[in-house]
């Protein structure tokens, strides 16, 4: 069932795909001006389309290609006529769509192939002038669109919470803290999450972020060093795993986080990290 949430012009629309009736998951999508950004996953598309036929949607542009961000697009786009605009990386996979693994069909569905236009470094949505700044991690593609005049940041799916414990093996967590140093430096007022919604006064939720991944590898390498495997390693640190992994074959697991962060930091090796939050810093605890 559809919800729907404001904060000043924007407004927040919160999907959710079900399986045999229940909710399983939440992704949002957001309305500004008449530009959705993203368009939540292939099962809730019915009711996306329905939703916007009254709200005046005309454009649509991504964040990054997966399946419960651009699911929305091929039903908006025939039935509406909407435009849809993505990173140039996007642009080609939304062309020709992969065939996802089954337990992501069951969950959101299978995106259609859509005809689809590359943004430029900068966007302009109701008004307003955004950079489009690339924050790979997540995925390769996923990019964040940011309002220095009106302090805003949306953040697609690279904050997500204060503490992410599941990772996809194509991800790569110390490229994902990179895009999240930037995204502090960059010190937005509100920050537009896919999955938190409306982050006010983002400063100390992206710190936590960032040192709670840090801390966690700084623990893993001190545990491997006893010995522990990684499996081990996992457990002690973040607990038992839960059935969106037994699901996934894997694939959506805690291990991969902890593999990743294991993994030398080729993101920031050779050179500083971009951003300024340290995160053993005052803001860091909340
Ligand atoms: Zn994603």
């Not at 996306?48 to 039903?75: A, Q």
């Not at 995106?111 to 943004?119: F, T």
């Not at 109701?126 to 940011?146: E, M």
């Not at 593999?259 to 080729?266: C, Q």
Request: hydrophobic content about 40%.
């Amino acid at each position: 069932m559809l919800k729907t949430t404001t904060h000043g012009p924007l407004t927040r629309i919160q999907l959710e795909p079900t399986i045999l009736g229940r909710p399983v998951y939440q992704v949002s999508a957001f309305l500004l001006g008449d530009t959705l950004i993203d368009s939540g996953c292939p099962k809730t598309a019915p009711e996306l389309l329905e939703w916007s036929r009254f709200h005046g949607v005309r454009r649509i542009v991504h964040t990054h290609h997966h399946e419960d961000h651009v699911g929305g697009d091929m039903l908006l786009a025939r039935e509406l006529g909407v435009e849809i605009v993505a990173p140039p990386r996007t642009v080609p996979i939304l062309k020709s769509y992969y065939r996802i693994p089954l337990y992501r069909k069951i969950v959101w569905g299978q995106p259609a192939n859509v005809e689809v236009r590359a943004m430029e470094e900068e966007i302009v949505i109701a008004g307003r002038r955004f950079q489009v700044i690339p924050t790979p991690g997540h995925a390769s593609d996923h990019v964040c669109l940011h309002s220095p005049e009106a302090e805003l940041l949306f953040t697609g799916d690279l904050y997500i919470s204060p503490r992410v414990l599941y990772l996809r093996r194509a991800e790569d967590a110390w490229t994902q803290l990179q895009s999240l140093h930037l995204a502090a430096s960059l010190r937005p007022q509100l920050v537009v999450c896919s999955h938190a919604g409306f982050v006010e006064n983002p400063g100390p939720a992206l710190a936590h972020r960032i040192k709670h991944w840090e801390q966690l590898a700084y623990q893993a390498r001190e545990l491997r060093r006893e010995g522990l495997s990684l499996r081990a390693v996992t457990r002690r640190l973040v607990g038992r795993e839960g059935w969106m992994t037994w699901v996934s074959g894997g694939d959506f697991a805690k291990i991969n986080l902890v593999r990743s962060l294991l993994e030398p930091d080729t993101a920031t090796a050779g050179g500083p990290q971009c951003g300024s939050v340290n995160p053993g810093g005052p803001d860091a605890g909340v």
